[in-house]
């Protein structure tokens, strides 16, 4: 009996050993073969660029309900800006002074930048950052990537890999402003030791900090995957579906020291007098991607990855209209009873819509030794967009309207196919050479009517487009990286950044001339030091452009802000970060960005209040808009037994809302604080409990993320012989005071 009893103990602990080395193994051969996803467009630690990775623990312990920029703050040189106040809505992010046009966003290494736009519009997929295994942001050019060119940065997100064990967890936020997240995960481990699903659901809300800034956001995330020996195949889909009331417009500097939350859209106007607010001044979009990845491991050399996508996105803004010409709209005046003039002027409320599909494939084969890193990849892809608009209420109509009239259409059809080679090669010892040469074709069309009147035309009519434009850029990097020992290291580097004019540039320009390609020639030069407790490192960058497109105040044929092609202009500056690991508890981060930023002989225009018309103001050398000279984060981290805590501080220095460098039209310098704790737990039957809160804006700074100028000249007694004197407007988007989310996390 003694005996049976022994042999089925020690039956029972070899199965569990088995089981547990077959766990270790199905683990690392998932990890393994996720890893090779996006190792081709990633910067390694011997790669010559600047850098930062945000892992997956990291973005939990912030990812309670404002949008994915405002995950990334305090890394170095990133400013993040929310329309609706409190970082849920239409939020964007700009690395370097740079906006989000020029910064490339890839997911698995997917293009994610509208290819119109070349922005990306966070708003369409909400709460994604639940789904990312880790985000990696390279500053400048950075590497070969796939998609809009990066002039500013690069935010390459890989989704997250499918564990091995079977989970699931739900979570929730509320706080501040009604604002909540409930978002819950589960995946099924690996089931007959080859397949994996998981799968997530998301709903975030928010009444915002300013009036009306409403967000109600929708959004899933499901994979599935076969994991063979050395193959998987995954397919991914993810969306949102995301209703904004509209929080575009700015308010002046008066209203911010008498009605910060002011929100200005949606106004119902009888002459200058405000009576209301229309209820359905709102943004509505659904967007789908779908994904198809497979990932092959040759040998321990060589690996391959391809995948297939396809975006799907259709959508639509209304919003309220005062007193707008109907012939602007295909609308006929009426007659109101009583009256023998026409109408020729009402209000209305319009749509403008967008029907869109994007998609292609990538592709990169992957080679890797002892001395040398290589990379051949590529991608093609095809985008189609239909723009129209309609008008679904007129007041006082009293002609018949058709609930379908649409008043203008364009058709958008773009191609963009690129290739790489790229390779880091071992030369000796710490000494590494790394080479990126990309070839990148671009064509684009647009046809159509444009959505703006033509009062130069006659008759007047809508705005004709006709865009046939083709680009072939050729991108090549370069640089050394040396490390002398474990504690040193050292990078120099060079690389050609060049991207096309975005579809703004064509349809807000001149009728008769076309917007020439932005080109970039980017130097970067960094120094590391690094032992077990302290790390060190500073890198300088000079980036110098030519033919950035920039918005200078200059008019379009019929009245629209336009932007211009400036021969010079450049970024150099210092980026510095520290980090201490005081105690196994106790952790301090620091990083700062020291920065001038030029327009070499700018010349700008302001509108002419007494004659109409432009005036031309040659300004000479000024700093870029939105360019801080300084910007700087600290974050103390606490972890001890469970308990969590970090104090997070941004400071950042006064940026101009135009380039002409007039302190009346910027941003003033602000100092933020943010407070984060949290405990975890286990339970029986309970992995893990994480309760928590953060409290934003600890101080209840009043400050400033983003504007716009509106400048005017007008001459004293109407004497045009006498210098114009500027008077300024300005428009601000106010930051929320101090507020709070609490969180709860349960995983099983």
Known sequence: MKRNVLAAILTTIASVSVFGQNDARDSLRIVNLQEVEVVSTRASSKTPVAYSNISKEEIKKQNFGLDLPFLLTSTPSVLTTSDAGAGVGYTSIRVRGTDA????????????????????????????????????????????TNGAGAFGGSINLR???????????????????????????AGSGLLGNHWAFDARLSNIQSDGYRDRATSDLKSYFVQGGYYGESTTVKFITFGGKEKTYHAWDGISREQLKTDRTFNPNGAIKHGNTITGFYD??????????????????????????????????????????????????????????????????????????VDSGFGGGIFSVNYKSEWLNASLGGGINQYG??????????????????????????????????????ANYQITGGLHAYADLQYRYIKYK????????????????????KVNENFSFFNPKAGLFWQTNTNHSAYASFAVAQKEPTRNNYTDGLFNEVPRPEKMLDY?????????????????????????????????????????????????????????????????????????????????????????????????????????????????????????????????????????????????????NHLSMAYS????????????????????????????????????????????????????????????????????
């Open 101 to 144: 046009t020029r910064i490339n966003i890839t997911a698995n290494g997917i293009p994610m930048n509208d290819a119109e736009s070349h922005s990306i519009f966070w708003v369409n997929t909400p709460d994604l950052a639940s789904s990312l295994e880790d985000m990696q942001i390279q500053r400048g050019a950075g590497t070969s």
């Open 159 to 185: 989704t997250a890999g499918i564990p091995s064990k079977p989970y699931a967890e739900v979570s929730g936020s509320y706080g501040s402003f009604n604002t909540h997240k409930e978002t819950v995960r």
């Open 280 to 353: 359905d001044q709102t943004d509505n979009y659904r967007q789908t991607h779908y994904q198809l990845i497979f990932n092959h491991i040759f040998s321990t050399t060589w690996d391959m990855n391809v995948a297939l996508h396809y975006t799907d996105g259709f959508g639509y803004y209304q919003e309220y209209k005062n007193m707008r010409t109907l012939k602007e709209y295909g609308l006929q005046p009426f007659y109101l009873p009583g009256e023998t003039e026409p109408q020729k002027k009402t209000d209305l409320v319009r749509q403008k819509l």
């Open 385 to 422: 967009n239909d723009h129209y608009g309609k008008v679904i209420w007129v007041k006082n109509y009293t002609s018949d309207l058709n609930p379908d009239h649409e008043y203008y259409r364009n058709k958008a059809e773009k191609t963009d196919g690129n290739i790489y080679a790229k």
């Open 446 to 465: 647009i046809n159509g009517d444009n959505d703006k009147w033509d009062w130069t035309a006659d008759p007047g009519h809508l705005q004709k487009l």
């Open 524 to 672: 970067e030069l960094g120094y590391t030091f690094r032992n077990n407790w302290f790390t060190a490192g500073i890198n300088l960058y000079y980036m110098d452009y030519t033919d950035q497109l920039i918005l200078n105040g200059k008019v379009n044929d019929i009245g629209e802000a336009m932007a211009e092609n400036v021969k010079d202009s450049y970024r150099m500056g210092a980026e510095i970060s520290i980090s201490a690991r005081i105690t196994d508890w106790l952790r301090w981060d620091i990083n700062g960005t020291w920065s001038k930023n030029r327009i070499k002989n700018y010349v700008g225009y302001v509108s002419d209040y007494d004659y109409e018309g432009q005036i031309k103001i040659e300004a000479g050398d000024t700093p870029i808009s939105f360019s801080p000279s300084f910007m700087g984060n600290s974050i103390i981290g606490f972890n001890y037994k469970g308990f969590e805590a970090s104090f997070q501080s941004q400071y950042v220095s006064s940026q101009y809302l135009d380039n002409f460098g007039i302190k009346e039209n910027s941003l003033d310098s602000y100092f933020v």
């Open 681 to 748: 737990f286990k339970l029986p039957s309970i992995k893990q409990i994480t309760l928590g809160a953060t409290v934003y804006n600890l101080f209840n700074t009043k400050y400033e993320t983003n504007g716009y100028s509106q400048t005017i000249a007008t001459y004293e007694g109407n004497d045009k012989t006498q210098k114009p004197v500027l008077v300024f407007d300005p428009r601000f988007y106010p930051m929320a005071g101090t507020n709070v989310l609490a969180h709860i996390t349960i995983r099983f």
